[in-house]
């Protein structure tokens, strides 16, 4: 039983440019999440969602970000226009309903 | 949800029992403990969650006093692989929302 699939593991992109990170979730999840890590520092929730709808985006950035999980396929996490502080490790979870949260390796984005 | 207090840091020899407490004062009666692990460079594993009663997994042992304002986690045969950051979380039910991380407890397993 597959656990959440991130890709790509590493990401580097040059200011300006668009990242794209993919988070495949657990079998029979409908429920994705976001966190943020920072260089040296903990785990900040960004967004949560449930098959085509935002539930939460309470930590998202208001602009540049935006994040999707459609019907059919991985759930997206879009950041336009990078900068360099936007440099850290991207973190997706999923569960079913009443079950933990099961993260994935997540996706470390470098901008240069 | 709940504030969590846990220890910055603690050392457990190879082959012993770690303890990892934390604090929940203000825990309401329909907040659940959770706990995770993040080993560096890697996503944060889910170790075990209850409500009040003591809990047991293959990982380990969640003891939650009667009270409910505080909780041990319990590595009965701490390994090397164990070294990591843990934390614990508290959040309202069992179901679905935000998991919010404080600063945990980093955990160094010496040999």
Redesign the interface.
């Known amino acids: 039983n597959a656990g959440v699939m991130q890709n790509p593991r590493h990401l580097v992109r040059r200011r300006g440019q668009e990242a794209r990170l993919r988070c495949s979730p657990m079998k029979g999840h409908s429920h994705v999440y976001w966190y943020r890590q920072l260089p040296e520092e903990g785990l900040k929730f960004m967004v949560y969602l449930q098959k085509e709808n935002i539930i939460d985006e309470s930590g998202m950035p208001k602009e540049r970000f935006s994040a999707e999980f459609p019907k059919e396929g991985p759930s997206i996490l879009r950041i336009q226009q990078v900068v360099r502080g936007d440099s850290a490790a991207y973190f997706c979870a999923s569960s079913s309903e009443n079950q933990p949260q099961h993260f994935g390796d997540g996706t470390r984005l470098s901008i240069l | 949800d709940a504030k969590t207090t846990q220890p910055p840091s603690m050392d457990c020899a190879e082959g012993r029992a770690a303890n990892l407490p934390c604090n929940h004062s203000t825990i309401s009666g329909n907040e659940y403990v959770?706990w995770y692990r993040?080993i560096h460079?890697?996503?944060?594993?889910?170790i075990i969650?209850g409500l009040k009663n003591n809990e047991t997994n293959e990982m380990a042992s969640l003891i939650i006093t009667e009270d409910r304002k505080s909780s041990t986690l319990i590595l009965p045969h701490a390994t090397l692989r164990d070294t990591a950051v843990y934390y614990c979380i508290v959040r309202v039910s069992?179901?679905?929302?935000?998991?919010?991380?404080?600063?945990?407890t980093t955990l160094q397993v010496k040999p």
């Open positions: 959770y993040q460079s890697q996503g944060p594993q889910y969650h069992s179901n679905t929302g935000k998991l919010i991380f404080g600063q945990g």
